[in-house]
């Protein structure tokens, strides 16, 4: 699965990458996304602009927000059989934007080891998300967000058993194509060449959520 990731990169280095406007001087790096967090990404229906979404998938047809902590994956072998899924594959397609993710390697015993992973050039990349449009009994709109993952790379499969769809950055344009067709669609969701990633351990500070600075990017 993938359930923390990073976006420390400037507001001007996002706008530069994607070629997207964010409109939010306030904007602040993000060492240690989690769930629930309202975080940067590009949908299909504004693709020239960031929105923040929260991070777990609510259905626009769920109950309440419960599903949301259940739902911040999609995976990429059964997304055309998941009621909340199928449908968004097909007209709510988004990019999730970040620098870096991290994975917790099982140790033997009941220990894990956190592993912070990026590309080799540890620059900016998008993962291929899902997002929807919920409405509280009372009317306010929550727009959120999933990430789809797939089997493991080459380098992830010594960490875990998951990773997430990192789309190439020349197949970013036609995952928000509306004009896309879904088997070409289906096809990016693919694990990204290992020789282009890297990981290393970091310290167990990035377990919790309100460890948000520099330090859980460290090496250990």
């Not at 964010?22 to 929105?51: C, G, H, M, R």
């Not at 789309?167 to 669609?185: F, G, R, T, V």
Request: proline share 6%; with cysteine; aromatic share 10%.
């Amino acid at each position: 699965m993938c359930g923390r990731f990073s976006v420390i990169s400037s507001k001007g280095t996002i706008e530069e990458r994607f070629d997207v406007i964010l409109d939010d001087d306030d904007f602040k790096s993000v060492y240690n996304a989690a769930p629930t967090q309202s975080l940067p990404l590009i949908t299909n229906l504004e693709s020239k602009k960031v929105n923040f979404f929260k991070w777990g998938l609510i259905p626009f047809w769920a109950k309440d927000q419960s599903l949301a902590t259940k739902m911040i994956n999609a995976r990429a072998e059964t997304i055309l059989e998941k009621p909340a899924f199928k449908n968004l594959i097909q007209g709510k397609r988004c990019l999730v934007i970040s620098d870096g993710f991290y994975e917790w390697k099982q140790l033997p015993g009941s220990k894990k080891q956190p592993y912070r992973i990026t590309l080799k050039d540890n620059g900016l990349f998008a993962y291929a998300g899902l997002w929807d449009e919920w409405k509280d009994p009372v009317g306010k709109q929550i727009n959120s967000f999933t990430i789809i993952t797939t089997d493991p790379n080459e380098l992830m499969r010594h960490i875990h058993n998951r990773m997430p769809v990192i789309l190439k950055k020349e197949h970013e344009k036609k995952w928000l194509s509306n004009n896309s067709d879904i088997q070409e669609i289906l096809q990016l969701l693919q694990a990204y060449p290992a020789d282009l990633m890297q990981a290393y351990p970091v310290s167990t500070l990035v377990n919790l959520p309100a460890n948000n600075d520099e330090k859980v990017l460290l090496p250990v």
